[in-house]
């Protein structure tokens, strides 16, 4: 036993022999201790909290590190070099201004607050903690000035995919880069709804929102820098790059599935219209007081490689959310935010290779499936009452994935050089499966669920990159200059043949129509249609498999004329092998009017390419309003029909932007005010319903994609945010605003009949992408382990066209968002919240009418789910 106890004391010997006492105080910037700051030695699970008087004291191995992490502050490693160790720690929002930007610019050397053009840079962790959103595109509809995306409902796969957009342009007319990389687009093309019709655009959403650090958005014409797409701007994701940390957050939330306020029972309203007698909107299935629910379990790790500041870092996330069922007409039972369940792996990685050469990697793979309802089947020629008594609601589900990696080397030579050469890849595949279906040419033997096939864009990208930064010319010059090869391959593959096929009265596929023909429905007296109803089927007739390059040259430059003084340009070049080349250029400048106010404006050229899917897309499919179904095909822009019709071939948009505004920075407040201009010419966009009844199609109407209007843009962006530290608590509020004002200048019809080709619904609809105004007032207050915050984000009037062609003018709402949490311990956060507290519903001018998608509202802005009640677990170890 004495033998023990003296092994005991020489080994506590010998580790006090080889550990030190480190000791220091910990403030912010405003001289204040902070207390139960983490202070841990890398590497292990040693560690201490400070006290209140921000002291701390801990005995660490010889060599150590210490981590210094508070909530809400940017963490800090430091070498322990010395017996004491004092520091400042800065606010997230604090640091984030400072941080050298990737998008916007290629001097490395410039900041958000000395750039030319106007830049956003949006912490994904104080978004977490004043919202309740789960995905990227809801966080940023309210975050952002000028971002706007909205759930729609019966719009085929765009209730599977919500399309977004940037200053009121299209969905596709925004880039979207990952660690400053180009992202693969969708291979989804909205063809219903309010919102990004005939557009395709890039899922946000297919990244899950705890593996981005921060995101920047680029608000100015960027295709002369970018490339192709970036008319309005670019949304820049900068994934995570901690280490030595585990992160994740479990959040479940519902909606209020009563509605309120200006919509209750007793409303008028038109025949067939259901709401019961206690103002639930549930038109399907059985009423609920909560619908919606949704969970969400993110968790976030990286770890450190090697010895000069090598990483990995892992996110992986699971969404689950149920449908919402909202008041609707009989024709469209199933009016309601899709079912979608989801899960996602995104890695980062940075490996260095030497002293100044480095490689990296990034990419993921998000899977969902989902589940969205189509229009109601109530009667007649669809309907097979031996199946669906009385009528169906077909569903339309869907496999999404999206795979993606990048991997490159970056370098920096012994002359200044910076290098980078990069290739990504990225894939998204759609797929189809319709349930609760019939072919009702089958009648009685149709199966109740069809394969219909799908659609996938695959996109790879290879880039070689130089840049330099000379100190010595003027008060600095950097140039920078490069090359892009780019592939594309757009595909629609077919479904199972009864998922489109129409089959004579012996149940063979009708191919000879003079001599087969459909069984008839002894109610209508009407043939009945083939192809799986919700939506029809991709036959091997609408198979697609086409391909194209793109390469392209640029060169930037940045000059420091004097200290106050900047300018800059740019100039890209590219060529497309199915259309030609395009070569566009940017001119930028800013003015420091004193120390605390910049002056800064730009103009430029850009363009878009169109998309393979515009160009080769083609589906028939069935078109439901208040009058009925209508069988539609939408022709292919190379096809023989389409050239018929008078629609000519699809070339590239063009634009014009110019923006002007300032930056001012005095302390604790800070303010930018943009004001700019887009003009564009040969706009995409999916034509009206042309009359096809008498040309043997088998549909009664036929629509195309065609450049086919120009417009002008004015806007303004401000964004005001100012934070204060007084004692333990510190307030925070931010204001961010856009006001809209898109005009068509001209509709490119030809000899085409204008109301036919891009008539006044169509109109409304392209304009109602653009709304006149969006302002979110944010404020927040933290004290000790207790935040909350409350925002408030008012939406314009939106006009649209029904049907019947009267106005459907939806009045200005103000939405209230509130959240609190409370830190329950170092490594527990608990948040409680409700977006759009007082579940206010979007309201109509005239009560009366139907809507695009079969709802008592359309796909407007702030959306028409009502209240939506959330708790969040988070843990950091």
């Not at 004291?57 to 060599?63: A, Q, T, Y």
């Not at 970036?230 to 909606?255: F, S």
Request: net charge negative; proline share 3%.
């Amino acid at each position: 036993m004495k033998k023990i106890m003296q092994l005991f004391f020489l080994l506590n010997v010998t580790l006090m022999l080889g550990q030190k006492e480190v000791s220091g105080v910990v403030k912010d910037k405003s001289g204040n201790p902070l207390p139960r700051v983490n202070v841990i030695e890398k590497g292990t699970k040693n560690g201490v909290s400070t006290e209140m008087d921000g002291s701390y004291k801990l005995n660490v191995s010889e060599g150590a590190s210490l981590i210094f992490s508070y909530i809400g502050y940017k963490s800090i490693t430091k070498n322990v070099d010395g017996p004491i160790i004092n520091l400042v720690l800065s606010q997230e929002g604090e640091q984030e201004l400072q941080e050298v930007q990737v998008v916007g610019s290629r001097n490395v050397k410039r900041t958000v607050t000395t750039s030319a053009v106007p830049i956003d840079m949006i912490n994904i962790k104080d978004v977490v903690k004043q919202s309740g959103k789960i995905e990227i595109n809801s966080m940023l509809q309210y975050a952002a000035p000028s971002f706007n995306a909205s759930k729609q409902s019966g719009s085929d796969g765009a209730d599977h995919i919500i399309p977004a957009t940037l200053r009121g342009m299209g969905p596709d007319q925004t880039l979207v880069l990952i660690n400053g990389k180009r992202r693969h687009q969708s291979s989804l093309i909205n063809l219903f709804g309010t919102r990004g019709r005939g557009n395709t655009g890039t899922d946000l959403n297919a990244i899950p929102s705890s593996a981005v650090k921060r995101i920047e958005i680029l608000r100015d014409g960027a295709a002369a820098q970018y490339g192709s797409d970036a008319i309005a701007g670019v949304i820049n994701l900068v994934l995570n790059d901690k280490v030595d940390e585990l992160t994740g957050t479990v959040t479940y939330g519902a909606y209020n599935a009563k509605a309120k306020g200006d919509f209750l029972p007793g409303t008028p309203n038109t025949e067939g219209f259901r709401l019961d007698e206690n103002g639930y909107g549930n038109s399907y299935g059985k009423d609920k007081s909560f619908d919606g629910g949704s969970v969400s379990l993110t968790a976030n790790y990286g770890f450190g490689i090697g010895e000069k500041g090598g990483f990995a870092n892992f996110t992986t996330e699971y969404i689950k959310t149920d449908k919402t069922l909202r008041p609707a007409y009989d024709f469209r039972k199933g009016f309601g935010d899709a079912e979608v369940e989801g899960f996602n792996f995104f890695g980062n990685m940075v490996i260095p290779v030497s002293d100044k050469t480095e490689f990296y990697a990034f990419g993921g793979r998000d899977f969902r499936n989902t589940d969205a309802y189509a229009f109601t089947r109530n009667d007649g020629e669809r309907v097979v009452e031996s199946i669906y008594p009385g009528g169906y609601t077909p569903r339309i589900t869907s496999n999404i994935i999206d795979n993606s990696v990048a991997a490159g080397f970056r370098t920096k030579t012994d002359s200044g050089w910076k290098i980078d050469f990069s290739n990504t890849y990225g894939k998204n595949f759609f797929h189809y499966y319709i349930k609760g279906t019939i072919n009702a040419s089958l009648e009685n033997a149709s199966p109740t669920e069809f394969d219909a096939g799908g659609h996938s864009l695959s996109q790879n990208t290879t880039n070689f990159d130089f840049s330099k930064n000379y100190d010595s010319v003027l008060k600095g010059m950097n140039l920078a200059f490069g090359a892009e090869f780019r592939t594309e391959t757009f595909d629609i593959f077919a479904g199972e043949q009864g998922s489109y096929a129409t089959y004579d009265t012996k149940g063979i596929p009708i191919t000879d129509p003079e001599n087969q023909s459909a069984p008839i429905d002894p109610i209508s007296g009407e043939p009945r249609p083939g192809g799986s109803q919700g939506f029809p089927g991709y036959s091997p007739a609408n198979a697609v498999n086409e391909s194209r390059t793109n390469f392209s040259l640029y060169a930037d430059s940045e000059f420091d004329i004097t200290d106050d003084f900047l300018v800059s340009a740019a100039a890209r070049f590219e060529n497309y092998s199915d259309f030609g080349s395009t070569l566009n250029g940017k001119l930028a400048s800013r003015l420091k009017l004193g120390k605390n106010l910049n002056l800064r404006g730009s103009i430029s050229t850009g363009f878009r390419a169109p998309s393979l899917a515009q160009i080769y897309y083609n589906l028939s499919f069935t078109n439901f309003n208040s009058s009925g179904a209508t069988d539609v095909l939408l022709s292919s822009n190379d096809s023989p029909v389409t050239k018929a019709f008078g629609i000519q071939k699809l070339n590239e948009e063009k634009a014009v932007n110019a923006s002007l505004g300032f930056a001012a920075n005095f302390g604790d407040f800070t303010a930018t005010v943009d004001g700019y201009y887009i003009g564009v010419k040969d706009r995409i966009v999916l034509t009206g319903y042309f009359d096809a009844s008498n040309l043997n199609l088998g549909v009664s109407e036929a629509q195309f994609f065609a450049n086919g209007v120009d417009t002008e843009t004015y806007g303004l962006d401000i964004v005001f945010s100012w934070r204060k530290t007084f004692g333990a608590s510190t307030f925070g509020a931010n204001l961010v605003g856009n006001i809209n004002n898109m005009k068509i200048t001209k509709v490119l019809n030809g000899a085409l009949d204008e109301e036919t080709f891009f008539g006044a619904r169509e109109k409304a609809f392209l304009q109602a992408s653009a709304p006149e105004n969006k302002f979110s007032l944010n404020l927040n207050y933290a004290i000790k382990k207790f935040d909350a915050g409350l925002t408030l984000t008012h939406f314009s009037e939106v006009v649209l066209v029904d049907y019947d062609g009267a106005d459907d003018v939806y009045h200005q709402k103000t939405i209230t968002d509130l959240t609190a949490g409370y830190q329950l311990s170092k490594e527990i956060k608990l948040s409680i919240g409700c977006n759009n507290l007082f579940n206010i519903y979007p309201t109509k001018q005239d009560e009366i009418g139907s809507t695009e998608a079969g709802g008592y509202w359309d796909a407007v802005q702030m959306g028409f789910s009502g209240a939506f009640y959330y708790a969040r677990l988070g843990f950091t170890f």
